[in-house]
């Protein structure tokens, strides 16, 4: 358990467009390592989200209304910067395979070099939800497949909800 004066503060950024269960499994993973766990999304205006910051932030709260020690917030700009104003020490991000490594290594060490005093933990998904991505869920219901136990089934309706008005 990592303790510090006041509590670790964590912060767990993401797209999360939307939320899976493996990013659920992660919140449940880093809710119990850290005394407050915030979930960040990113406002990214160069990307074309399916669902709103917004309607984001609606489905995350409500998938982790049951961790009172986590929170839902939306940011912008450098992570770190974020972080650091937050009064974070940590970031986390999940690891499923091989193919996620160069990526997260990457980022991690930029931001290292970025903020030297924030250290990012890599926690991996449970192997039930290694397989699964945002971007795949996404693809799989677009195209009639079966979603059930990929997404919480809050996710799962807003999305059928989605398909059927044409995504
Ligand atoms: O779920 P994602 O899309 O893989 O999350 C990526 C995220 C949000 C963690 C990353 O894009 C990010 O931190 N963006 C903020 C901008 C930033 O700080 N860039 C420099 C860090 S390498």
Same mark, same amino acid.
């Given at each position: 358990?990592?303790? =510090?004066r006041?509590?670790?503060?964590?912060?767990?950024?993401?797209? /999360?467009? $939307?939320?899976? &269960?493996?990013?659920?499994?992660? %919140?449940?993973?880093?809710?119990?390592? /850290?005394?407050?766990?915030? *979930?960040? %999304?990113?406002? #990214?205006?160069? =990307?074309?989200?399916? /669902?709103s910051?917004?309607?984001?932030?609606?489905?995350?709260?409500?998938?982790? +209304?049951? @961790? $009172? #020690?986590?929170?839902?917030?939306?940011?912008?700009?450098?992570?770190?910067? @974020?972080?650091?104003? =937050?009064?974070?020490?940590?970031?986390?991000?999940?690891?499923?395979?091989?193919?996620? @490594?160069?990526?997260?290594?990457?980022?991690?060490?930029? #931001?290292?070099?970025? +903020?030297?005093? %924030?250290?990012?933990?890599?926690?991996?998904?449970?192997?039930?939800?290694?397989? %699964?991505?945002?971007?795949?869920?996404?693809? *799989?219901?677009?195209?009639?497949?079966?979603?059930?136990?990929?997404?919480p $089934?809050? *996710?799962?309706?807003?999305?059928? &909800?989605?398909?059927?008005?044409?995504?």
């Amino acid at each position: 358990m990592v303790t =510090k004066r006041g509590g670790a503060v964590a912060i767990y950024p993401g797209s /999360f467009d $939307p939320i899976t &269960n493996g990013h659920l499994d992660l %919140i449940d993973r880093g809710a119990k390592l /850290f005394d407050r766990l915030i *979930v960040a %999304i990113l406002r #990214n205006e160069s =990307k074309e989200p399916l /669902f709103s910051v917004e309607e984001r932030t609606e489905m995350l709260r409500e998938v982790a +209304a049951s @961790y $009172p #020690n986590v929170d839902v917030d939306s940011f912008h700009g450098l992570l770190v910067d @974020y972080a650091a104003d =937050k009064g974070a020490s940590v970031i986390i991000r999940g690891i499923r395979a091989m193919s996620d @490594y160069e990526y997260e290594l990457q980022m991690a060490l930029m #931001n290292r070099r970025l +903020a030297p005093g %924030i250290e990012t933990v890599f926690l991996m998904a449970s192997e039930d939800y290694s397989f %699964i991505s945002s971007r795949l869920v996404k693809e *799989v219901i677009s195209l009639g497949g079966d979603i059930s136990g990929l997404v919480p $089934p809050l *996710v799962e309706v807003r999305l059928r &909800n989605r398909v059927s008005r044409g995504i």
